[in-house]
Nanobody
Framework: QVQLVESGGGLVQPGGSLRVSCAAS????????MAWYRQAPGKQRELVAS???????NYADSVKGRFTISRDNAKNTVYLEMNSLKPEDTAVYYC?????????????WGQGTQVTVSS
């Protein structure tokens, strides 16, 4: 079992920056894809950014050039650095750890952290 705990959410003005963190209960980064998702009120959860164990990253078009996902394997922590924030970035942000082993998916989620972009 893997536990993920997000932190760092809050209220920020449009154009501002924020960094959210996700701490894992044990070392998983070498074998898991780590990702950030978000869910705004009344909308489906969407993938924001992902980072594979080999180091490749992927971003939603809406955040490319503004958000950066990174991972610190020594601290079992993944980060999402968010710059030039817009009101439409307001959502609950969830950390996700995923891997597939012999056709069996292992999928873990954090409890979420609220990010609100408003003046």
């Amino acid at each position: 079992q893997v536990q993920l705990v997000e932190s760092g959410g809050g209220l920020v003005q449009p154009g501002g920056s924020l960094r959210v963190s996700c701490a894992a209960s044990r070392s998983i980064f070498s074998i898991y894809r780590m990702a950030w998702y978000r869910q705004a009120p009344g909308k489906q959860r969407e993938l924001v950014a992902s980072s594979t164990s080999s180091g490749s990253t992927n971003y939603a078009d809406s955040v490319k050039g503004r958000f950066t996902i990174s991972r610190d394997n020594a601290k079992n922590t993944v980060y999402l650095e968010m710059n030039s924030l817009k009101p439409e970035d307001t959502a609950v942000y969830y950390c996700n750890a995923w891997k597939m082993v012999l056709g069996v998916p292992y999928d873990y989620w954090g409890q979420g952290t609220q990010v609100t972009v408003s003046s």
